[in-house]
């Protein structure tokens, strides 16, 4: 019997019905993970940059990194514009404003860090103001990237990483561009009269704090103001800057504790500076939370990273797992055609054309028969929901980069191969008391029935009786008569675990439902098949 179930399934999955249906789910798969992708790079645009520009008298050089909100490190397309601004004129109702000329452009590619020199139209003098712009252009979308050669004070609020750091101004030259929906934390620190920052932007990724710094010491830059510095005062000269990080809350605020955290490992040196400048780095730290410790000469300030404050999966979830529930309900509404398909191939079909007699004239009893071929359509059932589960979360991950996590896949697999065999139940019945062109038009009847014909039927009495506000609870009880609710019941509560709010369908009578469907249809299909004739 086994090795009779086994063959029957093969011919059910490898079917050219079955295999052209999971193909068409694959590619609308596929679709609909680009579909959100683009989506997500319109509209979020989860890129961010990090970088400066350097001065001569006749060259322009920028140099940054630009890194996506999923912690990855991007490459692209960078257009500089660099602008002197060197007077001001009356402008009404807007008062003076800043007459500019461009003195220099370009186009360049990158494939990891910017770094691009321009020769500039004409040499500039130390007081005319340059504004330099960079338009950064990757396969995540756009950004865009302003710095100027006077510091730029903001009153946007800037979490400071440590309680005694205030950010109250951008430093000359220094592009800051965040990934938008992500927490930002950027230092301005002063040692004596010399300029010194660092950049963070800190990313959590399944569980991993991804850390992206700019580190700049540069004594030819211009004082920055500041209204707060790193403890202990000026701290020194400040002829290094140097940046750690460790794992989990660790508290640092001098030199000795520092010394002490390198000693024990808990600390580890993420980059220094002891030059002009300046310095990339990045790292990551595995757990929820991660310190990143920064030593300015003798001073010492640190910052607990919150993973789940600066999590993109947070902001990015709910679109992705959404158009993922999506693209399978769509196929647990349109896969019962397949699995009429194969009730009637495994069992009207042959009964119309006498092939049943045949075979139970065999060596095999009529219940082995009946059993044979509704396991094989069985083991289809969970053979196309893994294959439908698998390539969705696959093309989400590859797209999008980011998919549901494993459990909550094998909990999609098990509600919509569950749904699935509810369907094939009920086409298996109908094929045993029917056979031939009546199976058919009986199913197919059916099938219009139960998931169309009820559902705008509902609609139209819960308006007729209570207006629109009975529609949605009407919907929700019609959805219990549907043998795909087990589906729909495990993808409301993925979905309410995400967005935290309450699953709005109830778990006994999901379960009840579908073991009613699972189970009643084939005790009913025997009852009439194992009396029923297998002639022609």
């Not at 009779?4 to 999955?13: E, G, L, M, Q, T």
């Not at 710094?213 to 005062?233: E, M, Q």
């Not at 369907?423 to 099938?447: C, E, R």
């Not at 998931?451 to 009495?461: E, S």
Request: glycine share 6%.
């Amino acid at each position: 019997m086994r090795q009779a179930v086994i063959i029957d399934f093969k011919r059910s999955f490898i079917r050219p019905a079955t295999i052209i249906a999971l193909a068409l789910f694959i590619l609308l798969g596929i679709g609909l993970s680009y579909l959100v992708f683009y989506t997500i790079t319109a509209t979020m645009k989860p890129v961010g940059f990090l970088g400066y520009y350097k001065l001569s008298n006749d060259s322009l050089t920028v140099v940054g990194v630009a890194y996506s909100a999923w912690g990855e490190r991007l490459g692209g397309e960078a257009t500089i514009i660099a602008e002197n601004c060197t007077t001001s004129v009356a402008v009404a109702p807007l008062g003076y404003q800043e007459r500019c000329s461009r003195v220099a452009e370009a186009k360049q590619s990158f494939a990891d860090i910017l770094n691009v020199s321009i020769n500039l139209s004409r040499q500039l003098s130390s007081v005319e103001n340059l504004g330099v712009r960079v338009n950064i252009s990757t396969r995540y979308g756009e950004v865009v990237a302003t710095a100027s050669s006077a510091p730029l004070t903001t009153s946007v609020a800037i979490a400071p990483v440590a309680s005694s750091i205030t950010a109250v101004a951008y430093p000359a030259r220094a592009f800051v561009s965040p990934v938008p929906f992500l927490p930002f934390n950027i230092w301005f620190l002063a040692c004596r009269n010399e300029a010194a920052y660092i950049a963070l932007q800190t990313i959590s990724v399944k569980n991993t704090v991804k850390i992206f710094a700019l580190i700049i010491r540069n004594v030819s830059a211009p004082h920055i103001p500041l209204t707060t510095a790193i403890p202990g005062g000026d701290g020194g000269d400040c002829n290094f800057v140097e940046l750690y990080y460790g794992y989990g809350n660790i508290t640092v605020t001098n030199t000795y504790e520092l010394s002490k955290a390198l000693a024990e490992a808990r600390l580890r040196q993420l980059a220094k500076v002891n030059s002009s400048g300046p310095l990339f780095a990045e790292a990551s730290v595995e757990g929820s939370e991660a310190t990143i410790v920064a030593r300015f000469g003798g001073a010492v300030a640190h910052a607990v990273v919150n993973a789940r404050a600066s999590n993109p999966e947070t902001i990015l979830k709910t679109p992705i797992v959404t158009a993922m529930f999506s693209q399978l309900s769509t196929a647990s509404q349109f896969m019962p055609i397949v699995f009429l398909y194969l009730a009637y191939v495994l069992i009207a079909k042959p009964r119309s054309i006498g092939a049943l007699e045949f075979l139970a004239s065999m060596p095999i009893t009529r219940r082995d028969l009946y059993l044979v071929r509704l396991l094989a359509g069985v083991l289809t059932t969970f053979a196309s929901s893994g294959v439908l589960v698998v390539s969705t979360a696959l093309s989400m991950l590859a797209i999008v980069r980011y998919s549901i996590d494993p459990l909550n896949a094998l909990l999609l697999w098990i509600g919509l191969s569950l749904s699935l065999v509810a369907v094939y139940s009920l086409f298996y019945m109908i094929s045993s008391v029917l056979k031939g062109g009546s199976y058919l038009a009986i199913a197919i009847l059916t099938y219009i029935l139960i998931w169309f014909v009820m559902p705008i039927a509902a609609t139209i009495i819960a308006l007729s009786i209570g207006g629109p506000a009975r529609v949605a609870d009407v919907s929700r009880t019609i959805v219990y008569l549907n043998p795909t609710i087990l589906y729909e019941y495990i993808s409301n509560y993925i979905l309410s675990q995400i967005t935290e709010s309450p699953i709005t369908l109830d778990t006994a009578l999901s379960i009840t439902s579908t073991a009613l469907w699972i189970s009643l249809p084939p005790i009913i299909g025997w009852l009439a098949f194992r009396k029923a004739s297998l002639s022609s």
